[in-house]
Nanobody, 111 residues
């Protein structure tokens, strides 16, 4: 059984930064890619960033150059560093591993 727990969300002003964390329990963490998704009000859930077990990364065009995904295998944790945040980044952010999802954490970008 895998459990994912996000943390680090909150309210930030445009241009600001936040770092999200996703703590993973279970044995799949070191084998499969991990993903960050987000869902804004009234919109479909979208893939934001991916990191493989080997450390390769991929990003949605809308966040390239602003967001960085990383993982700390010793801590079973994946991070999403978000810089130069925009109001359109406001969403619930979810951590995903295979078929498992975290409960999500709200990020609000507003002045």
């Amino acid at each position: 059984q895998v459990q994912l727990a996000e943390s680090g969300g909150g309210l930030v002003q445009p241009g600001g930064s936040l770092r999200l964390s996703c703590l993973a329990s279970g044995s799949l963490y070191d084998v499969y890619p991990m993903h960050w998704y987000r869902q804004a009000p009234g919109k479909k859930r979208e893939l934001v960033a991916t990191i493989t077990s080997g450390g390769s990364t991929n990003y949605a065009d809308s966040v390239k150059g602003r967001f960085t995904i990383s993982r700390d295998s010793a801590k079973n944790t994946v991070y999403l560093e978000m810089n130069s945040l925009k109001p359109e980044d406001t969403a619930v952010y979810y951590c995903n591993l295979v078929i498992y999802w975290g409960k999500g954490i709200l990020v609000t970008v507003s002045s």
